[in-house]
């Protein structure tokens, strides 16, 4: 979870610009380049046991999966308002059942007009 404290970010920060200011020009493969070798530190640093393996692959995994959450869907439903569904997901959306999410373009935007509701 990527929601600490103040005052760890307050420490963090400064390096976190200075290294996002030199990605700023560089390629996908700059940033791929410098996330693995930061797991990697981080767990040359920690100790080469499951444990840390573990702990390192789980944070990955969870900042993949919040990423996910916060820009891709948002981005990816918001894509489906402009462009239009795909006619089999439109379908499988209106085939599941209403314990489910609709995926439809309708549901979604049902969903965005009770959002603005609120």
């Known amino acids: 979870m990527p929601y600490i404290d103040e005052a760890s970010r307050r420490s963090l920060d400064p390096h976190i610009e200075s290294l996002a200011a030199h990605l700023v020009s560089g390629t996908v493969g700059d940033l791929n380049y410098t996330i693995t070798r930061l797991a990697a530190k981080f767990l040359l640093y920690k100790g080469l046991k499951y444990e840390n393996i573990n702990a390192v692959a789980g944070v990955l995994q969870k900042v993949l999966a919040e ?10 439903k918001e894509k489906i308002i402009q462009n ?13 059942t209403r314990t489910h999410v609709d995926i439809t373009l309708e549901g979604i935007r049902k969903r965005r007009s009770n959002e603005e509701v609120k």
């Open 67 to 76: 990423f996910d959450a916060r820009v891709t869907r948002p981005y990816e």
């Open 84 to 96: 239009g569904d795909i006619p089999e997901y439109a379908e499988i959306g209106r085939q599941m």
